[in-house]
């Protein structure tokens, strides 16, 4: 089991940067695929960035290719944002899967944090 808590949103303008981060508790956290999704009001929760377990592997959205960056060390997992756009605007939820397979689907992450806010302005 792994609890996850993610903090570093904000408020920022466009263009600007972010740097958010999910502490992770648990034996266990090398043995999970981490990533990071968003949810913006009124929309589905989306996939944002995966990392493998062993950080040898990232996969990313195409709408933040390119501008976002996920890493992690032993106990955390980070999103670097720049270049940030207004539609960058939501609450984003790190989350961790058991296996390496279907990583951006929503519901075949097992843990999930509470989530931070992260709102650009125009």
């Known amino acids: 089991q792994v609890q996850l808590v993610e903090s570093g949103g904000g408020l920022v303008q466009d263009g600007g940067s972010l740097r958010l981060s999910c502490a992770a508790s648990g034996r266990t956290f090398s043995s999970y695929t981490m990533a990071w999704f968003r949810q913006a009001p009124g929309k589905e929760r989306e996939f944002v960035a995966a990392?493998?377990?062993?950080?040898?592997w990232t996969y990313y959205a195409d709408s933040v290719k390119g501008r976002f960056t996920i890493s992690r060390d032993s106990a955390t997992v980070y999103l670097q944002m720049n270049s940030l756009k207004p539609e960058d605007t939501a609450a984003y939820y790190c989350a961790a899967k058991d296996s390496e397979l279907q990583i951006t689907r929503v519901a075949l992450y097992r843990y999930w944090g509470q989530g931070t806010q992260v709102t650009v302005s125009s």
């Open positions: 990392i493998s377990r062993s950080g040898g």
